[in-house]
């Protein structure tokens, strides 16, 4: 729905307070950590060349983005006598080449021009609404990538737990259906339009737009009802996507994952069993302990070699509540420190901040993170193929904001639109370098 004028009232003249809050939840934590801590390579988009006929596109297609890979060794030692006996036959190492290519992703924001009118200069205004909404329409872009780095590669953003309660058109007000108790509704976002899906590759029952994505009590709000037949179990998934695997953004769910089966990168997991699988610390409901770290490092190191470079520089991803999990290992320590002889006065021994390190490693904190769930990431081996930085769409000419058609024919509305997209994939080329743990015990926040 277009940006009417009746939604920026507030800070139009009349208002008095100059201080104007964002009630929103912003959060790119992942998305800016893989950008900044590895490599970005340039990517063309997949191509067509002549060869075997593809069933569904009637062209062979070339992948944009090759991983090579050193997937299996050789030279291997034999024992002997040298008294003139055979020195066998020799073996070499085997490498394979996975693919990606990158995915279209787009935001748009509509402004009709009352809307711009009645906030455009310092004397109409507080803020100008074209200029803060470029700036907002951003926010929520990265915020959307967020959501799809933390996904495994279906367009997935969250499931609907066996616990939610689904209130489908039932509620009184405005918002007539809602969905309480998601794993992790920060993973939505205001006015985004969702499919649901029965499955992963599953059928899709239908789409409906969120009202209000409620990050405290995990709650999703719509004014509309649900796709009929929506229940507990469903995915819930990005609007455009189709819902198979590995249709979507490649998320860290894609990579780290404890299997030999599906594919990755289009290999067979299968075809090289433990090579194209992450190792997992499988909790079982218990709370996060201090081996953990310890027992990341060798499972990695047996899988890798104890000199295993992928290790430096690695860092813990998690959410907030299993950082406040890990301070509270610390805690009775802590505050036995911070406890001087004499005085009246009680001190305070919690510290402003929780800790940022885990087993000696950086831990960052993402909202959009999976509860109970943490994920030790070799940055070395991760990266993103990217054929269009986030970026305002191009419309021709530098042109970046363009009118509405009017869908009815009548010429134009009195709009203006602007998207912001990019074209861009992440990819791991190091499966074994990195570990989670799951089934982990979430503190109740």
Known sequence: MAL????????????????????????????????????????????????????????????????????????????????????????????????????????????????????????????????QELKNSLDSYLRGIEALFNGDGSGALDQIPTGAVISNGTLAGPN????????????FQDQQTVQVFSAVGGTLRGSFQISYADGVTNTLW????????????????????????????????????????????????ANYPGRLSTPNINLSGAAVNPAIPYQAEILIERGLGEDAEELNGAIWYGGPGQQLAITQLYQNVLS??????????????VKKNMTPKFGGRDYVKGYNATPGRMDLLCL??????????????????????????????????????FYYNGSMNLFNSNMKAGCYASSMFEPTI
């Open 4 to 131: 009417q004028e009746a939604a920026v009232q507030g800070i139009e003249l009349e208002a008095w307070n100059k201080m104007i809050p964002s009630v929103i939840y912003s959060g790119k934590t992942l998305y800016n950590k893989i950008k900044s801590g590895t490599k970005t390579y340039e990517t063309a988009n997949v191509t067509a060349r002549p060869g075997n006929i593809g069933a569904t596109t009637g062209l062979a297609q070339r992948a944009a983005f090759n991983v090579p890979m050193r997937i299996q060794s050789g030279a291997t030692i034999v024992q002997g006598t040298g008294d003139g006996d055979s020195l066998g036959r020799g073996t070499g190492s085997q490498w394979i080449t996975g693919d990606i290519s990158p995915v279209f992703l787009f935001s748009g924001c509509e402004i009709t021009y009352l809307a711009q009118m009645a906030t455009a200069g310092p004397k109409r205004g507080l803020v100008s609404v074209r200029a």
């Open 176 to 187: 007539i259906s809602s969905i309480v108790g998601m794993n992790n509704a920060n993973q």
């Open 222 to 269: 719509s004014t509309t009802a649900l796709p009929p037949g929506t229940t507990n179990g469903d995915f819930l998934m990005v609007a455009g996507a189709s819902g198979a695997a590995g249709s979507s953004i490649a998320g860290i769910k894609t990579y780290q994952l404890f299997s030999n089966a599906g594919t990755v990168l289009g290999i067979p997991r």
């Open 336 to 349: 036995q420190n911070q406890i001087a002889a004499g005085g009246d006065t009680a001190l305070d021994v």
């Open 380 to 417: 070395k081996s991760w990266g993103i193929a990217e054929m269009i930085e986030p970026s305002l769409y191009d419309f021709g000419n530098g042109v970046t904001v363009m009118p509405v058609p009017d869908p009815n024919g009548n010429g134009w509305l009195t709009s203006n639109i």
